[in-house]
């Protein structure tokens, strides 16, 4: 049977595009079609990625992104509403999301290619910012961070969770993370590792000044709200929202940022042979194995 697959390629990664040119070569001599997509600024407008990854519809079996982590995060929130299992090949640096590096890459596809894989269904998140004239939509995969502005003061965020004063941090800002951007931003900050499976969402204050302030784990249908609490001063302050790192846009001291569960998963391939701890472990050094 031929299947379609898609390759995303960052080819600010892939010089040449070697590796893209490779994996394309063997798909199509499987007898398989292969749509290669390499000319997508991947930190343009939210709006160009969209279009150009058009073609990584809901007839393509498997999404093969090669690049960085980065270029992975960006993949998976487009293409979620398409249902699509996606799959990082590491051509950047840490690339803890995409598990295949360059030395793996024949024997992933081979079992890619075999259907020797499990899709995993990761939580996502989206945010509300209701404007005077319009309503920006917001989706991650990692996380959803509210930041003072460069030349701001310290800013205090009030949080609340299902409409009930949760917290109320004075600092550099706060993190809503995944449990997938667990090991991301919020790990920097001192949040907790989460497994992937877990259906939850971590709150976790950026620089906080209190030695009391910690993350706060919530449910994953729970609702967010964070607002620039006026009472510290900072009302007149505008901060900054970054999606997964890259997406920006102000925030003003009269605005609410909403946030809960996004209705669709990102699907992303694993292999039986990788656990979460197998990958945790290979990119951050967790686990003091003496027979190593």
């Known amino acids: 049977m031929k299947d379609k697959y898609c390759l995303v390629t960052n080819a600010t990664k892939d010089k040449g ?31 160009e990625v969209l279009r150009g990854l058009e073609p990584v519809d809901q007839s393509c079996k498997c999404c093969i992104v090669l690049g960085g982590d980065g270029t992975l995060i960006r993949t998976s929130r487009v293409v979620s509403a398409r249902s ?18 360059r030395s793996d890459i024949d024997s992933a596809l081979s079992n890619i290619l075999s259907g020797n894989y499990r899709v995993e269904d990761r ?43 949760a917290a109320s941090f004075l600092g550099d800002g706060v993190i809503v993370s995944t449990p997938t951007g667990s090991t991301g931003y919020s790990l920097s900050a001192g949040g907790p590792i989460v497994t992937p499976a877990a259906d939850l969402m971590i709150i976790t204050p950026i620089c906080p000044h209190s030695f009391n302030s910690r993350s ?55 292999f039986d042979d990788t ?16 027979s190593k």
């Open 17 to 47: 595009l070697t590796v893209t040119t490779q994996i394309a070569e063997r798909i199509r001599n499987a007898g398989h079609e292969c749509v290669v997509i390499k000319d997508i600024d991947f930190q343009g407008d939210s709006a």
């Open 84 to 101: 699509v299992p996606v799959v990082g090949i590491n051509l950047g640096m840490l690339g803890f999301l995409s598990v295949v590096e």
């Open 123 to 165: 939580l996502m998140i989206k945010a509300g910012l209701p404007g005077q004239n319009a309503f920006k939509g917001l989706l991650a995969l990692n996380d959803i961070v509210v930041t003072r502005s460069g030349r701001s003061r310290l800013i205090s965020v009030s949080v609340k969770v299902n409409g009930v004063q």
């Open 216 to 270: 706060i784990v919530i449910g994953g249908d729970d609702k967010i709200s964070l607002s620039i609490n006026s009472k510290d001063g900072s009302a007149d302050e505008t901060a900054v929202i970054t999606v997964d790192g890259q997406d920006v846009l102000t925030m003003d001291s009269d605005d609410e940022l909403v946030i809960g569960r996004y209705e669709k998963t990102a699907k992303l391939v694993r």
């Open 275 to 290: 656990s979460f701890f197998d990958v945790l472990d290979r990119k951050l050094g967790t686990v003091d194995n003496p």
